[in-house]
């Protein structure tokens, strides 16, 4: 009777837990897709019944491990009198861990529009207090998730327990009857179910999933099909790989032969090649303005969807949109994200290299002054670099990490707390990320002041950013006319905490109070350029329906005072960024390495390049169209599809490959292809 009911209890257990994950992506669905709309159209039962088998596929195999262990632990504690609590306890542990990873990637699903991927490693190389204390105070309800967690997993021990019980009495009922006969039918059933678990079908040679499966249409269901399981173990891949990283990761050409066509070198060309060399630019420049104070910001979640014109009636972007005259302030129309968090995108925007997922940050203590490195740039023109940064500066080794390329001074929270002790800003001055922007772009205005020398100024803000606990009453912000024009515009179509007329407020009260810090500096310091973008797309866009437009793009904006720019492309990506502000500020004939070109330049000679492209994050794009591998490629403003836009997608995206392999190589081999 024991070996009996040990089989029958190992089949159960694996038949409950299947069932479970099954149960869990239902959940998904009905919660995260049919509840917060991220489903969209476009899907029906039969897609979301095909991808509860699909998903189940997937699955299954991690069921068929913790199968085999159940069985092996049963067996092993056969002859002990408490071999059910064992397994029971065994069970239970597995179920906690399911359902838990479930929840968990439901919440990160409402954060970044996908389930768990390489943003998962934030918790690793991130500030992971202020990531816990943003769940705890965000609007992701994650004590209400903790409490479904351990209700739905005591939910489910229960069952499994009075499931258990009733196999028991099974057990000792058929054992009375044909022991042999029935542990020899349930060690078939239960080798089958193993052989179907573990192989996807009842065989013996394994499907590739990633073959067999044929994923849905709809980039939802497509999204939740492959688990948690299967999403960590990609994302655990993953880091190794970044953590092992080799040129081969990015080309499968050798370095000499990326570097020929990257550049575009003679066929007979030979190495040694200079990177630094190849990647020389030098300035058209011909104003005779001299630009005495850059201020580079780089707006936390400032996105392009901000920007469209649906917004207008709640002003939502009304201040910067005020200073895009044409003259001296202007808007490129189609500019690229280059990474999809705050440390990613500084890594790029302060190092000048493609971002290539190894965390540059960390490695503070080893890391040269990169070639490309805008801080170190600036600082050859002759200008005092300087950083700024609401938060601690400790933050992702930022001090550090900043005064390694090429900057002379970080400001962080102390210097403005301190600043702002005798001045009449309401309480709280700060959250967990930082010091509130107002305060911030007040600082730097007195400390630029102070300045005796021409500053460059590279400011990181913190503000737009869950927990989302500015204080907009006091500052005026229209918060039920934004909640009106949510229910209005959007109605059932919004997501879940994005249709929260808080968090456009405070992209509302951010666009005023950057505007207002633009126009008094302006008028300090006239001989100053401002450039502003967002360190990545603001994951906070209302509809669940989200093209590649909307989840790669951010602006790119241009002001001066005394400027009056040509603008040369209407196409660029944060790389651009650097060489663009040489391009205005250095004088002609100034040589620097960029892997970027410029947007804009004070030459009027210059032509106006509709030719060009933009290399992203994951991403390229031209005039017409913008290309991802997942998405393929789609049309801006209705532009019309000709038939080579596919092959130059495809050519372009293998640019982009090539430009990370050799900031690879810059990072880790050097300056030299040999």
Known sequence: MKILNTILQSILFGIFLSLLFIAIRLAFILYVGIGLGAIGGGANLQDIFQTLIDGAKYDNRAVAIALGLFFLLAFAVISSRFQKRILLVYAGMIFFICIFLGIANMGFYNIYGDTFDGNLLGIVFDDQKAIFQTGLRGDYHIITKVIFWLMASVLAVYLYAKSATLIERCAKNLSQKSSKAFIFGSLVVFAGIMLVFINSHLGFKALSLDQHIHPSKNPFLRQITPGAFRDLYLVYRDYKKITNAKFSDFSDQSPASVAKDFFNLPIDAKPPF???????????????????????????????WQFDPEFDTIGLTAGLKSLLDGKHGFKVKHFLENAPSTIKSLDVQITGLFQTEIPINTMVGNLPLFPTA????????????????????????????????????????????????????????????????????????????????????????????????????????????????????????????????????????????????????????????????????????????????????????????VLSPKQLSDIGSHIDIASTIIELVAPKGFTYASFGEPLFSNNPNLKYQSDRYALGYYAVATHRFIYTPERGVEYFDNASKTPTDEAKAQALYQKLQEAKALSWWLFIQGNTIK
Not at 282 to 304: A, C, D, G, P, R
């Open 274 to 304: 200079d990177l630094p060399a190849l990647l020389t630019r030098t300035s058209e420049n011909t104003s005779s303005v001299k630009i005495k104070h850059i201020f580079y910001i780089v707006s936390e979640s400032l996105s392009e």
């Open 374 to 561: 805008i801080g170190g740039i600036m600082k050859k023109l002759g200008y005092e670099t300087r950083f700024y940064y609401g938060g601690s500066g400790t933050w992702q080794k930022l001090d550090r990490y900043t005064l390694a390329e090429g900057f002379d001074k970080n400001f962080y929270n102390a210097d403005m707390l301190e600043y702002a002790k005798n001045k009449d800003y309401p309480p709280p001055l700060e959250n967990l990320w930082g010091v509130y922007d107002d305060i911030l772009f007040d600082y730097m205005v007195q400390n630029t002041t102070n300045a005796e020398r021409p500053t460059f100024n590279m400011v990181m803000t913190t503000s737009n950013h869950p927990p989302y606990d500015v204080d907009l009453k006091s500052f005026g912000v229209p918060l039920e006319a934004i909640k009106k024009f949510l229910e209005t515009h959007f109605g059932d179509k919004k997501r879940f905490q994005e249709s929260n007329e808080n968090v456009l407020g405070h992209i509302w009260w951010y666009d005023k109070q950057i505007t207002r810090f633009i126009q008094e500096a302006s008028k300090r310091f006239p001989e100053s350029l401002f450039v502003i973008t967002g360190d990545h797309f603001d994951r906070m866009y209302p509809l669940a329906k989200r093209d590649n437009r909307i989840i790669k793009s951010i602006p790119l904006i241009l002001y001066s005072p």
